[in-house]
């Protein structure tokens, strides 16, 4: 049961365009969003998050976007660089809940 | 603050061997998460402790799998006559208990059962 969902398993992106990484979840009553990057061999690092009060958080390249109508968030990186190449996953979780999911995984190419 | 530091790095083990695993979290965090992750998955949920005691296990954890955190410092993951199936990356994770709070990894143990 994949309460996280990341349809797009890969992405292609020329340098310095936008890159838009989209994640769709199932259970309504999650209300924290994360993203994280990783590269190979290596864990998750933590890159973004949003709490379900916004519907927007701003970290320098990174913005990551939420409708909770429709249970979608984006991660977009704009300029993309070929140093964001990476696996990005989407995670979640609930207030009252220890536990967090994660999508399946989007692997993004930046192309120099 | 050194982050979560998890050894070995690497295992290669023959099947029916006994394997363990050890994680050491950031020290004023008291939630300490083990997921493990295979080839075009992302994380899954294994266990999860709050300070020494393991509040939440997944149906994913087998009986041969054993999961301790004694007085909530590190954590060790044991599994017990390996199969081919144990093949991933174990990854260990802590947090602190604040509402909204991240989850920190570690560079996780790659495990090949032959």
């Known amino acids: 049961d994949q309460q996280v969902k990341q349809n797009s398993p890969s992405l292609s992106v020329q340098e310095g365009r936008i890159s838009i990484l989209n994640c769709d979840y199932t259970n309504s009553m999650f209300d924290y969003f994360l993203w994280y990057k990783k590269y190979p061999a290596e864990g998750p690092t933590f890159l973004i998050s949003?709490?379900?009060?916004?519907d927007k958080n701003e970290d320098g390249r990174f913005t990551v976007f939420l409708n909770k109508s429709a249970k979608h968030l984006s991660l977009h990186i704009v300029p993309s660089q070929p140093g964001d190449s990476a696996v990005y996953f989407c995670a979640a979780s609930t207030n009252t809940g220890n536990q967090f999911y994660f999508g399946t995984g989007t692997s993004l190419t930046v192309i120099p | 603050d050194t982050g979560v530091s998890q050894d070995p790095r690497h295992k290669i083990t023959k099947r029916g061997q006994n394997v363990t695993f050890r994680c050491d979290p950031i020290s004023e965090h008291n939630r300490l998460y083990w997921y493990r992750q295979t080839l075009g998955q992302g994380p899954e949920f294994l266990t999860y402790?709050?300070?020494?005691?393991?509040?939440?296990k997944s149906r994913l954890l087998s009986d041969r799998f054993s999961a301790e955190r004694p007085k909530g410092s590190f954590s060790t993951l044991e599994i017990q006559r390996t199969e081919q199936g144990d093949s991933a990356m174990y990854l260990c994770a802590s947090r602190t208990g604040a509402t909204n709070e991240k989850l920190f990894f570690g560079s996780g143990t790659q495990l090949s059962v032959l």
């Open positions: 949003i709490s379900s009060i916004k």
């Open positions: 402790f709050q300070n020494e005691a393991q509040l939440e």
